[in-house]
């Protein structure tokens, strides 16, 4: 029973009741979360092979205006064209044939007659 006496119980707040501790700890749950979404993402679009220097890529994409944009990487040079439906030269002219481009990069034509 002594020792029960000489403890002597505080009704002052010791500062562990501050309601900001555990905002602090959410938001460094948030940013971790934020950095694993980020990997993820980069790992589903293979995006590393984007920011490689050795890598060639090329991307079609639509912008927002519904435009499609084709983005070529080769080395650290990148180019973005917009595909457009402009007829260049007018409106003369008909089509002669699909060219197609196979595996090992090599371009066939082939006619449509």
Do not use: H, W
Not at 48 to 73: A, C, R, W, Y
Not at 84 to 110: F, H, N, P, S
């Amino acid at each position: 029973m002594r020792y029960l006496k000489k403890r002597r119980f505080s009704t002052q707040a010791t500062g562990d009741d501050d309601p900001l501790n555990g905002v602090a700890n959410l938001f460094d749950v948030g940013l971790v979360f934020i950095v694993g979404l980020f990997l993820a993402l980069m790992s589903v679009y293979n995006i590393m092979d984007f920011l490689s220097e050795t890598s060639e890529i090329t991307i079609v994409k639509k912008n927002e205006e519904g435009q499609m944009e084709i983005i070529t990487k080769k080395g650290k040079e990148i180019k973005i064209e917009k595909v457009t439906d402009k007829k260049i030269g007018g409106e003369e002219g008909i089509r002669m044939g699909t060219a197609y481009q196979l595996k090992d990069g090599r371009m066939i034509y082939v006619s449509d007659e």
